[in-house]
């Protein structure tokens, strides 16, 4: 029988509590993630929403950010809502000059694409990925993404609307990353999604060191 998943959250900034509740609820065992030492001890990570910009510069406060990609580039499964899509993406179309990403995922995103705060909205999507009625999907200050490579799974884009056809949710090998934010609905198909990538990849890496 496999183990229990360790998933951190990082906790720099951004909804936290909420993505612990949800990992929780989808079988995991939930920490949060601030030190360095904190990363080493867990197989997967969350990237909560938040800003951005200011999440990159608290990594790099917290002398995260080379830990972060080297485990990433390592194979660590990870999770972005919002702000955690930014920060997973290789490119950035409208990012400040000195904005850094842990990158991972093959895509251009697009900062605060949908509008304002203001212009925060919800929509049903559906997504085969996680199967079952529609998903209830929030959206505030969200990006979209404007490109992907050819590695890159597209799970859902924006059914209707001015948005319509625009990308919000994606999966490169071990990493999932969503414009919106499934933590604060109730509905924890994409945490146990994750979840179960985070249960394989440990499997996989536990044979491969057999």
């Not at 949060?32 to 997967?44: H, N, S």
């Not at 409208?94 to 850094?100: E, M, T």
């Not at 990006?143 to 590695?151: F, L, N, Q, T």
Request: net charge negative.
């Amino acid at each position: 029988m496999s183990r229990t998943p360790v998933i951190g959250v990082l906790a720099v900034q951004g909804d936290v509590r909420e993505h612990l509740r949800a990992l929780s609820a989808a079988g995991a065992e939930a920490r949060t993630v601030r030190r360095p030492a904190e990363l080493a001890e867990v197989d997967g990570l969350v990237i909560p929403g938040g800003e951005s910009t200011t999440m990159d510069k608290l990594v790099r406060a917290f002398d995260l950010l080379e830990p972060l990609r080297e485990r990433i580039a390592a194979g660590m499964p990870a999770y972005g809502s919002c702000a955690g899509m930014i920060m997973l993406a290789d490119r950035l179309a409208d990012g400040p000059a000195d904005q850094q990403t842990l990158g991972g995922l093959d895509i251009t995103v697009r900062r605060n694409a949908f509008g304002r705060q203001v212009d925060s909205f919800e929509e049903d999507l559906h997504i085969r990925a996680i199967g079952g009625e529609p998903v209830r999907c929030v959206f505030i200050r969200a990006p979209w993404v404007e490109d992907c490579g050819p590695g890159v799974e597209v799970l859902a884009a924006v059914e209707h609307g001015p948005g319509a056809g625009r990308v919000v949710a994606v999966r490169q090998g071990r990493l999932l990353a969503t414009s919106f934010h499934p933590e604060v609905t109730g509905d924890h198909r994409f945490h146990l999604l994750f979840t179960g990538m985070v249960r394989d990849a440990v499997s996989e890496d536990a044979h491969a060191g057999q």
